[in-house]
């Protein structure tokens, strides 16, 4: 069974970079697609960005420019670099993949970004 372990989130000034983490384990990680996602509080969760096997990735209009999503095969880990955090980006950050027709959802990890 897969499983999706998100670390690297914490608390960061307005300006600043994180790089978040999804750890994967329990599946062929060279055939599977990762999608990041975000739920700001009081808010619904929204899609951030995704990366599909072949390393082709896509990112929301809301990110573009400042979110970069990439893997690594050999750790079967992949990344999401954020720059020039807003105060609006504030969220737990969600890594998921598609299973068998069933998403597959990490525990999610709290990025907090200052004014």
């Known amino acids: 069974q897969v499983q999706l372990v998100e670390s690297g989130g914490g608390l960061v000034q307005s300006g600043g970079s994180l790089r978040l983490s999804c750890e994967v384990s329990g599946s062929d990680f060279s055939s599977i697609r990762i999608d990041w996602h975000r739920q700001p509080p009081g808010k619904q969760r929204e899609w951030v960005a995704g990366?599909?096997?072949?390393?082709?990735?896509r990112n929301a209009d809301s990110v573009k420019g400042r979110i970069t999503i990439s893997r690594e095969s050999a750790k079967k880990m992949v990344f999401l670099q954020m720059n020039n955090l807003k105060p609006e980006d504030t969220a737990i950050y969600y890594c998921e993949t598609l299973l068998r027709g069933q998403r597959v959802w990490g525990q999610g990890t709290q990025v907090t970004v200052s004014s």
């Open positions: 990366i599909d096997s072949t390393g082709t990735s």
